[in-house]
T-cell receptor, first 116, second 117 residues
Framework: AQKVTQAQTEISVVEKEDVTLDCVYETRDTTYYLFWYKQPPSGELVFLIRRNSFDEQNEISGRYSWNFQKSTSSFNFTITASQVVDSAVYFCALSGTQGGSEKLVFGKGTKLTVNP | EAGVAQSPRYKIIEKRQSVAFWCNPISGHATLYWYQQILGQGPKLLIQFQNNGVVDDSQLPKDRFSAERLKGVDSTLKIQPAKLEDSAVYLC???????????????FGSGTQLSVL
């Protein structure tokens, strides 16, 4: 079965610190997609990034960067120079084709609090 | 561009009552999803529609939950009768494509927070 593990339940940092959110996944699919979503206090999940299983290049977008390593089944997310507005719950998610339908499976999320 | 609209924002009911949630996806989006998010958990897919057909409802408790998307646009999710364990946030999401939808980004609404007393 497909599974996503986010071992860090809550993280608290001070503004301008760097922070890394861990994500480990399990799947038997050879083709799959990994996602990160942000859920601010308002409730709606906001898409951050999608990665397919054949693209292991790391990606940087402003203060955000993602490290995808198939060898360790990990897709970690780093925020550089964190800001108070980064406070949210962050979800890692996995989509594959097990069972014939493409289903997005979410981890339990990591609550990030950035203190001024 | 308007986002995914959901109503109501909050709902409090007693167990054994019925409740309905409404969702209007982004215009032109073919695929619509209903997710259940229990406090402290990630969202769990309840049902996925492509246009007005059901693609996946394997995790929908069909003895009490039902959903429809009659004209392939907006959708209603109903719970009848509600149980205490149904207390959760119900999120609606949509995506553009009608096929391969599990691989593309989803646009989420703000959800309906349901409390069953």
């Amino acid at each position: 079965a497909q599974k996503v593990t986010q071992a860090q339940t809550e993280i608290s940092v001070v503004e301008k610190e760097d922070v890394t959110l861990d994500c480990v996944y399990e799947t038997r699919d050879t083709t799959y997609y990994l996602f990160w979503y942000k859920q601010p206090p308002s409730g709606e999940l906001v898409f951050l990034i999608r990665r397919n299983s054949f693209d292991e290049q790391n990606e940087i977008s402003g203060r955000y960067s993602w490290n995808f390593q198939k060898s360790t089944s990990s897709f970690n997310f780093t925020i550089t120079a964190s800001q108070v507005v980064d406070s949210a719950v962050y979800f890692c998610a996995l989509s594959g084709t097990q069972g014939g339908s493409e289903k997005l499976v979410f981890g339990k999320g990591t609550k990030l609090t950035v203190n001024p | 561009e308007a986002g995914v609209a959901q109503s109501p924002r909050y709902k409090i009911i007693e167990k054994r009552q019925s409740v309905a949630f409404w969702c209007n996806p982004i215009s032109g989006h073919a695929t619509l999803y209903w997710y259940q998010q229990i406090l402290g958990q990630g969202p769990k897919l309840l049902i996925q529609f492509q246009n007005n057909g059901v693609v996946d409802d394997s995790q929908l408790p069909k003895d009490r939950f039902s959903a429809e998307r009659l004209k392939g646009v907006d959708s209603t999710l109903k719970i009848q009768p509600a149980k205490l364990e149904d207390s959760a946030v119900y999120l609606c999401a949509s995506s553009k494509r009608a096929t391969g939808a599990g691989t593309e980004k989803l646009f989420f609404g703000s959800g309906t927070q349901l409390s069953v007393l």
